[in-house]
């Protein structure tokens, strides 16, 4: 029994060294709908711990087909506090529907 309690401490210790503390800025942006318009938005990347991890980046949601990255994946080292990236929206002529429509922007932590 207890080693068991054992594996699960080391396991447990294991997975919070894994963890990466990842800012992202803004948290929140509107774009209202313009027609085949295209706009290029700003996103900052915050590594507040100093920790060498990769960023991968990628859209999800209802939007997400009309969503490109510059940098899809950006490598910070522990020198590195933040990194701008942007993004770019090319709505499409019509969308099927009216109303609010989401797309999240994803910046998923993955070891380097």
Same mark, same amino acid.
């Given at each position: 029994m207890s080693?068991? %309690?054992i594996l699960w401490l080391v396991a447990a %210790? /294991?997975? *919070?060294?894994m963890v990466y503390a990842l800012g992202i800025a803004p948290? $929140? *942006?509107d774009v209202n709908f313009a027609a085949s318009s295209e706009q290029k938005i700003m996103l900052k /990347? /915050?590594?507040q711990e100093r920790q060498e991890f990769q960023v991968v980046l990628y859209a999800d949601g209802e939007l997400a087909q009309y969503v490109s990255f510059d940098?899809?994946?950006v490598t910070f080292t522990s020198q590195d506090t933040e990194k701008t990236v942007y993004y770019t929206l090319k709505l499409p002529a019509? /969308?099927?529907k009216q109303g609010l $429509?989401?797309?999240n922007i994803v910046a998923r932590a993955i070891p380097a």
């Open positions: 080693s068991k %309690i %210790i /294991l997975i *919070v060294n948290g $929140h *942006v /990347l /915050l590594n940098e899809p994946m019509v /969308l099927d $429509h989401t797309t």
